[in-house]
């Protein structure tokens, strides 16, 4: 079993910046794809990112509305995993997940969330 535990969440004003943490516990996860997904008020959640685990080289991977302005990097040593905001805006608000998968289309293991705020 994985536990995973997001922290780094809270307010930031657009234009902003914040940086996510997924630790993970229970097991090593260097080999699995680490996913981050996030879920607005009344919407579905999305994918917003994910890098695969270090036997098929870190790969990163980033929604279209992301790209170019959040960075995902994992930290083996610390089996943690970095969802890196820059540029907020509001629309980035929702609640943060984080999951770890064989592969990016499948995830096993969710965190709880944590709440990402942008005001404009």
């Known amino acids: 079993q994985v536990q995973l535990v997001e922290s780094g969440g809270g307010l930031a004003v657009a234009g902003g910046s914040l940086r996510l943490s997924c630790k993970a516990a229970?097991?090593?996860?260097?080999?699995?794809?680490m996913g981050w997904f996030r879920q607005a008020p009344g919407k579905e959640r999305e994918f917003v990112g994910g890098i695969s685990g270090t036997w098929t080289g870190g790969t990163t991977y980033y929604a279209d509305s992301v790209k170019g302005r959040f960075t995902i990097s994992r930290d083996n040593a610390e089996n943690t995993a970095y969802l890196q905001m820059n540029s907020l805006k509001p629309e980035d608000t929702a609640v943060y997940y984080c999951?770890?998968?064989?592969?990016?289309?499948?995830?096993?293991?969710w965190g709880q969330g944590t709440q990402v705020t942008v005001s404009s």
């Open positions: 999951a770890a998968g064989l592969n990016v289309e499948s995830y096993e293991y």
């Open positions: 229970g097991r090593t996860v260097s080999r699995y794809t």
